[in-house]
């Protein structure tokens, strides 16, 4: 397959640091919130199944390549936990055809930026370089998708490993409040659920993770049909296209995987559970309420509902907690929604010494009394404001408006969904937001976590059990990998275009304010 000739010019690029700095600092100017948000895309699909979304946005002359693989800790098993997560690790290692750590080393270069995420639904890679480097940034995407696999050594897996083990330690172990998440999902999502445990899995799954695990892994998920390629920025749609198909259609289509279907939780009791926090300082009660999955009819009143109940000074959580009863210095309310299921979550850091068992009394009178209320039009129209401007600022530039179509495409089948988020939340009534609180929290079942100081177990809500919170360790790695990466052989898989570095574009211009020229 021969190259296309798009992008011509092979030279230094030097100046690339300067744009990006110059374009990250640049001020932005926040838009009014509107009904409706206008983004523009083209999307399409390969031959091999791949989803491609291209959204042009000439404000900068920068581009972002997003590689969203549908599979995250969803996809993870009993006993292999964490799996998906030590293979993004892996995949930003090595590829048969690009440089030993190329995303690390070459984007940095180029003055672009890289990140590698896993969440509960997916996997997602994505670069932001300066337009001049598109190609670039889908050579590394293209080799990681469809060319490393065989790159994957013993060596290899057993650093990331320890790499992912450290991970661990840094966000969970040796972090106050650190296995809240992990005792919450462990008891609100049965052991048969694909949220019943965190993307970082448990130490001993993550030890017992093999090369073949992980190969299996990727030929099961890691498929062109299994994937979104959202490219956002200074493009010409029309070249883009060349590229993609250049570059990502001769990967392999791999296992087709249905989309996952709705899985919400129902308790038929609360459960409350207690951890002695030897590193926490104060006490913290969360108290976590099923709900549903992201999109769902529910959702955008849920969604308001967090904002009407601890948002802005005088709500109800906030009033009771706070100001009359001050139990601690502020409430948090959050709706964790997923592609399957969701749930709310309502955290209070209390003041030292106060039992949370009278935190917990608090929250039932503030849901109570929300209950009550005559929802007033100025509340709720502010706290639209309120989340219709998150959206906006989250879609202000190409990495929020990249993001979002990708998980969009993927989650809904539909990138346009994005255009709609707005229209959604202003559509709802004072009526939805009251029946979703009844539906969904007021004296409904819930997972209640106390932890507590060590030593200070008395503070934990009455009646709350020991929550099992495991003492893990790992083996250190004994022989890491010191043999070149040019010392290395890999099986290489067959293709037709030379995936050698492709060459860089000419630079783009770049036109300085005239408040900022010297005089």
């Known amino acids: 397959m021969e190259r296309p000739v798009i992008f011509s010019s092979n030279r230094a690029w030097s100046w690339a640091p300067a744009l990006l700095t110059v374009a ?38 920068i581009v972002m390549v997003t590689t969203l693989v549908h599979a995250g800790s969803n996809r993870d098993r009993s006993g292999r936990s964490g799996l998906a997560h030590l293979f993004e690790h892996l995949s930003f290692n090595d590829s048969e055809n690009t440089p030993h750590n190329s995303t690390q080393q070459l984007i940095p270069e180029m003055g672009g930026t890289w990140h590698g995420s896993t969440s509960l639904d997916a996997t997602t890679y994505y670069e932001v370089v300066s337009k001049d480097a598109l190609e670039t940034a889908l050579w590394i995407n293209s080799d990681r998708l469809g060319y490393m696999i065989s790159t994957v050594t013993e060596g290899a897996l057993r650093r990331e490993q320890n790499s992912v083990w450290n991970e661990k330690q840094q966000l969970s172990d040796n972090s106050p409040y650190g296995h809240t998440q992990t005792v919450r999902h462990n008891a609100l ?51 883009t296209k060349i590229l993609v198909d250049y570059w990502f259609g001769e990967i392999s289509r791999g296992v087709d995987i249905p989309l996952p279907y709705p899985q919400p939780v129902y308790l038929e009791t609360s459960h409350s559970l207690m951890h002695e926090d030897a590193l926490a300082t104060l006490p913290e009660l969360q108290i976590a309420f099923p709900t549903v999955e992201q999109f769902h009819g529910d959702y955008y009143a849920l969604e308001l509902l967090t904002e009407l109940l601890a948002g802005h000074r005088g709500a109800p959580l906030n009033e009771i907690i706070v100001e009359q009863r001050q139990l601690g210095r502020d409430v948090s309310v959050h709706h964790r929604s997923g ?80 255009n709609t988020l707005a229209e959604r939340t202003l559509a709802v009534t ?20 106390s932890f507590v100081p060590l030593g200070r177990p008395e503070l934990a809500v009455d009646g709350a059990e020991p929550a099992t919170v495991a003492e893990e360790t790992i083996d250190p790695l004994s022989n890491e990998e010191t043999v070149s990466r040019e010392d290395r052989s890999y099986y290489r898989t067959l293709t037709q275009a030379d995936r050698s570095e492709p060459p860089l574009d000419d630079p783009p211009q770049l036109t300085i304010p005239t408040v900022w020229q010297s005089q």
């Open 24 to 61: 990250a600092c640049a001020p932005t100017v926040s838009p009014q919130p509107t009904e409706n948000f206008d983004i523009q895309f083209e999307n399409y699909t390969l031959d091999n199944g791949l989803e491609v979304v291209l959204h042009e946005d000439h404000s900068d002359p």
């Open 189 to 239: 999502y049965p052991v048969d659920h694909p949220y019943h445990w965190t993307g970082i899995g448990a130490a001993d799954s993550l030890q017992n993770i093999t090369i073949g695990n992980v190969q299996s892994f990727y030929q099961r998920f890691y498929g062109a049909a299994n994937t979104t390629l959202v490219i956002a920025g200074d493009i010409d749609i029309n070249q």
């Open 339 to 418: 592609q399957i299921a969701g749930e709310l979550i309502i955290r209070i850091r209390a003041d030292s010494g106060v039992d949370l068992q009278d935190v917990k009394e608090a929250v039932e009178v503030g849901l109570a009394r929300f209950g009550t209320y005559r929802l007033q039009t100025t509340a709720l129209e502010r706290a639209k404001m309120r989340i219709v401007r998150k959206w906006h600022d989250a879609l202000a530039n190409i990495t929020g408006k990249s993001l979002a179509l990708a998980r969009l495409s993927a989650f809904t089948a539909d990138p346009g969904f994005v």
């Open 430 to 449: 004072p009526l939805d937001v009251l029946e979703v609180h009844e539906r969904y929290l007021r004296n409904r079942p819930s997972i209640m976590t």
